[in-house]
T-cell receptor, first 112, second 118 residues
Framework: TQLLEQSPQFLSIQEGENLTVYCNSS?????LQWYRQEPGEGPVLLVT?????EVKKLKRLTFQFGDARKDSSLHITAAQPGDTGLYLCAGLPTDSWGKLQFGAGTQVVVTP | NAGVMQNPRHLVRRRGQEARLRCSPM?????VYWYRQLPEEGLKFMVY????????ESGMPKERFSAEFPKEGPSILRIQQVVRGDSAAYFC????????????????FGDGTRLSIL
């Protein structure tokens, strides 16, 4: 079983600060997706990264896929209260056809 | 949420009853995935289906659980003789094609069905 470990589990910061969420595994993934989930709703896709070393930016969010495709990070610059939510990483193992493996999530709280 | 429709949103059953959860994928999507989310835990894969075929059911409990995706109509996750431990949020996702080597179509999720067992 390939496990995806997210850290930290919980992050509380003030508006305007920066934050980074990590997603690590000992196994290689063919792709990795980041989702954000609000209470009572399903995960909403933020980004998919596929190539080792790939960096994608989505406004104030920067996503990076590790060179070996085993880990990823999400960095938020100048966080806003609207960034509050549960951030989930999900990896697609190299031998899988659709069986996403999710991390346990990082709960981010941004206070005004 | 992203066009995947799940119903009901909330379902209450007594122990021993049957629960049927429905999922209509996004338009144009023929691949459906079911996941279960327990409190304080991440989403766990249950089953992957294409129209009329089960592709991967390695995450499904061996007993009481079944899934189908008929040629016409929504995908159905069926839980027979429910027990308290079945209480969870069940999410469905869909994609346009199989994910895997060289295929990058992401999975889009519905808002889930929250199942409560009395």
């Amino acid at each position: 079983t390939q496990l995806l470990e997210q850290s930290p589990q919980f992050l509380s910061i003030q508006e305007g600060e920066n934050l980074t969420v990590y997603c690590n595994s000992s196994s290689v993934f063919s792709s990795l997706q980041w989702y954000r989930q609000e209470p009572g709703e399903g995960p909403v896709l933020l980004v998919t990264v596929v190539t080792g070393g790939e960096v994608k930016k989505l406004k104030r969010l920067t996503f990076q896929f590790g060179d070996a495709r085993k880990d990823s990070s999400l960095h938020i610059t100048a966080a806003q209260p609207g960034d509050t939510g549960l951030y989930l990483c999900a990896g697609l193992p190299t031998d899988s056809w659709g069986k996403l493996q999710f991390g346990a999530g990082t709960q981010v709280v941004v206070t005004p | 949420n992203a066009g995947v429709m799940q119903n009901p949103r909330h379902l209450v059953r007594r122990r021993g009853q049957e629960a049927r959860l429905r999922c209509s994928p996004m338009k144009g999507h023929s691949h459906v995935y079911w996941y279960r989310q327990l409190p304080e835990e991440g989403l766990k894969f249950m089953v992957y289906l294409q129209k009329e075929n089960i592709i991967d059911e390695s995450g499904m409990p061996k007993e009481r659980f079944s899934a189908e995706f008929p040629k016409e109509g929504p995908s159905i996750l069926r839980i027979q003789q429910v027990v308290r431990g079945d209480s969870a949020a069940y999410f469905c996702a869909s994609s346009t094609q199989a994910q895997g080597q060289g295929a990058m179509q992401p999975q889009h999720f519905g808002d889930g069905t929250r199942l409560s067992i009395l």
